[in-house]
């Protein structure tokens, strides 16, 4: 009973405990145990500054270890857009085939930079600045180097979008006897040893000086060049398609300049977060069946260039943490997207749902990210690594369309794009094509009497495209301002297809056993 002069003492306060120490403030480093903790990559992890980047570039050099897809001395393109993930790709490949490297890097790289200003709103003179500062890094970094405006996808000739078969690899033994040949050659005499023991690293110990025959920058674009990107992508009706076509666009400028300068390796400085959200939102565009290339280690789907992605095993805020500490220089560029709200595409939505699931489970990533490693390579009619069969015109993976079974929802999208019944060949004689892949040839001549002539062009370009690409395509009323090595290239097939056709019944096949016999 309360009692008149009885002391209580002080009233508590009701409210929220107050919040635990942060991580790794009072800790020791946990890999050595001594140093103070600079970086805290997930709950209890946290790295010191010289353990960190033992780390970081240990995830870089196991993941290109472990597949052993780059054989010594063989060029490799690294794909660099200015942004924190490529450029880290970049400075780890630099200091991989410098002298104080423990295991060097023994391949001879060479950087792209492409310029995309004209579609993400820059004008002239921030584009100009951009390429200054591109060049001044690149000078930096003394690899030879590309540079390349978006408006080049006008010029690209038509077999960039063909596949050309790879030469076989080898086996491990085949891996093993090149980088001991390599190995020689660096225990070989002085001269012999300045010439071969570090290719592509000539300009590492010096300043970059004027461009060299190594150093390209394509010419400045036209202004009709940039009218027609331009009217190309205004014409285009979602974000969604815009950024899937630009990412089109981007990849086949770099396979061109790839077969063009003999690499035959790509590098992209896809992280672990961005191969996620690429994971999602790929399924949400109807690219379910090309999971594989599109999120894994290696795209074989061009066959002479193969896509590699050496930066898969890190995470964005590795990346940020990484470039912040040992000041990775980098290129800031507004994108195709910038400011957009965050339900303007299919990519920013997903993009946003993925972050901010991974904020409240931060296991949200890895566990995306590692249920794309357990996808296999392997088409529907074919257990290859490669898909066989025909491409589609844009992404170049197999059709994954299903005309035979009607049922299926491939079918049914393939029924409902196709406008016409396909040409049926003439029963009184033989009809020659209405053009040819002769050069000189107006693009405009198929749209008379003739096998590829008979249909509405749009459909004839549709029917050549997988169901991601049609998709993207509904949101382009007309296929006019699309670059003419596209439409010269679906011109080409649908004739080969035809001439094919037509000589169908004068074909002898082989039987299994002939088949089988000429393969052994």
């Known amino acids: 009973m309360c009692q008149v002069g009885e002391d209580y003492g002080e009233p508590t306060s009701v409210g929220p405990p107050p919040p635990p120490p942060r991580p790794g403030c009072e800790l020791k480093c946990v890999k050595c145990k001594e140093g103070l903790p600079v970086v805290v990559i997930r709950v209890g992890d946290a790295f010191c500054r010289n353990c960190f980047k033992a780390f970081y570039v240990h995830k870089f050099r196991a993941m290109l270890g472990k597949n052993r897809l780059i ?51 820059q004008s002239p003179e921030d584009r100009a600045q951009t390429l200054v500062e591109v060049k001044l890094i690149l000078q930096t ?51 012999g040893e300045e010439q071969l023991s570090e290719p592509g690293t000539q300009g590492l110990q010096t300043p970059a000086g004027p461009p060299t025959a190594a150093q390209t920058e394509t010419r400045r674009p036209t202004a009709a060049q940039t009218e027609a990107l331009s009217r190309l992508f205004d014409s285009v ?41 690429k994971l999602m939102t790929s399924l949400a565009l109807g690219r379910g069946a090309f999971l ?60 946003a749902f993925m972050l901010r699931l991974q904020a409240q489970f931060p296991s949200t990533v890895s566990t995306v990210y590692r249920t794309s490693e357990k996808l296999l390579k392997a088409p529907r009619d074919s257990s290859a690594g490669v898909p066989a069969g025909p491409r589609c015109l844009l992404c170049m993976c197999t059709l994954d369309i299903d005309t035979a079974d009607s049922a299926t929802a491939f079918g049914a999208q393939s029924s409902h794009l196709s406008q016409t019944p396909p040409p049926t060949a003439p029963a009184k004689a033989f009809t020659a094509p209405c053009c040819s892949a002769g050069e000189g040839r107006p693009q405009g001549c198929c749209q008379g009497a003739g096998p590829c002539g008979r249909e509405d062009p749009q459909a004839c370009i549709i029917e050549q495209l997988c169901y991601g690409c049609r998709v993207n395509m509904k949101d382009l009323p007309s296929l006019d301002p699309l670059p003419p090595y596209i439409r010269a290239e679906a011109q080409l097939r649908r004739q080969r297809a035809w001439v094919s056709q037509e000589i169908q019944e004068y074909l002898i096949e082989d039987s299994d056993e002939e088949a089988h016999s000429g393969e052994s």
């Open 141 to 191: 970094v003394g690899f030879p180097w590309h540079i390349i405006a978006l408006e080049e996808v006008f010029s690209l000739p038509p077999s960039v979008l063909r596949y050309f078969a790879q030469e076989p690899t080898g086996t491990e033994g085949a891996y093993k006897a090149a980088v001991d040949s390599f190995l020689q050659q660096q225990h070989a005499p002085a001269q």
């Open 237 to 277: 009706k979602t974000l969604t398609a815009k950024e899937e076509l630009l990412q089109t666009l981007r990849t086949h400028l770099i396979l061109h300049v790839a077969r063009t300068h003999g690499y035959s390796k790509v590098m992209t400085g896809d992280s672990c977060t961005r191969l996620a959200i």
């Open 71 to 121: 054989f010594p001395g063989e060029k490799v393109l690294l794909a660099w857009s200015g942004g924190p993930s490529s450029s880290s790709m970049v400075w780890q490949v630099l200091e991989g085939l410098s002298r104080d490297s423990a295991k060097r890097l023994r391949f001879v790289p060479g950087v792209i930079y492409i310029d995309e200003g004209a579609v993400c709103g």
């Open 292 to 351: 594989a290339w599109d999120t894994g280690f290696s795209d074989e789907r061009h066959g002479d260039v193969v896509v590699v992605r050496p930066m898969r095993d890190h995470t964005l805020k590795e990346v940020a943490f990484y470039n912040r500490l040992f000041g990775v220089p980098s290129v800031f560029t507004p994108a195709i997207d910038t400011k957009a709200p965050e339900k303007a595409s299919i990519h920013r939505l997903m993009e």
